[in-house]
């Protein structure tokens, strides 16, 4: 089974793929009907944008490569990893604060999703509940105690379409 992000590069790249192959060969042709393609700025726009799609299509296929490489087996139990939420402490402020740890292109900081890339989510990689982490932050050197975490693992187990 695919992890969700590879799920979701999938069909980004499907949606490209039929651009690639529909979209912008249709608006290529209609562009060189209006004649001359040496002035043509639609014409331009059409190849700019095929060029693009082709570079994202290529660039997809190689993170979905990478991404591949993991498997929920291969993703650690007991430990924060890769889809934990962890609760932790700032232990200069006393603030809760959750994180989820996310890849690069899941992360919404707005809503807790960190890239296990980032900092904060590199310090807390394979920490338990108890442990303590110093990060440095853009804003300064930061102390985190983790309060509790729930792993991958342990969210698929307790919900209800993994339990039928």
Not at 7 to 25: A, M, Q
Not at 49 to 75: C, D, K, P
Not at 76 to 105: C, L, M, N, Q, W
């Amino acid at each position: 089974m695919d992890l969700p992000i590879i799920v979701r590069l999938k069909k980004d790249l499907e949606e490209l793929r039929y651009e690639l192959t529909v979209k912008v060969p249709r608006d290529l042709h209609e562009a060189a009907s209006h004649g001359d393609l040496s002035e043509n700025a639609e014409y331009e726009a059409a190849k700019a944008r095929q060029e693009f799609v082709r570079a994202r299509v290529g660039q997809i296929e190689g993170r979905i490569r990478e991404l591949s490489m993991y498997t929920l087996s291969s993703i650690p139990h007991g430990v924060v990893a890769y889809g934990s939420t962890v609760t932790v402490v700032d232990t200069d402020k006393g603030e809760t604060v959750e994180f989820r740890i996310v890849f690069p292109e899941e992360v919404d900081a707005a809503n807790g999703a960190i890239s296990l890339s980032s900092p904060i989510g590199r310090a807390l990689l394979n920490k338990v509940s108890g442990d303590e982490v110093d990060v440095q932050t853009p804003s300064g050197r930061k102390s985190y105690e983790i309060v509790e975490f729930t792993t991958l693992h342990d969210a698929r187990a307790d919900s209800p379409a993994d339990k039928a």
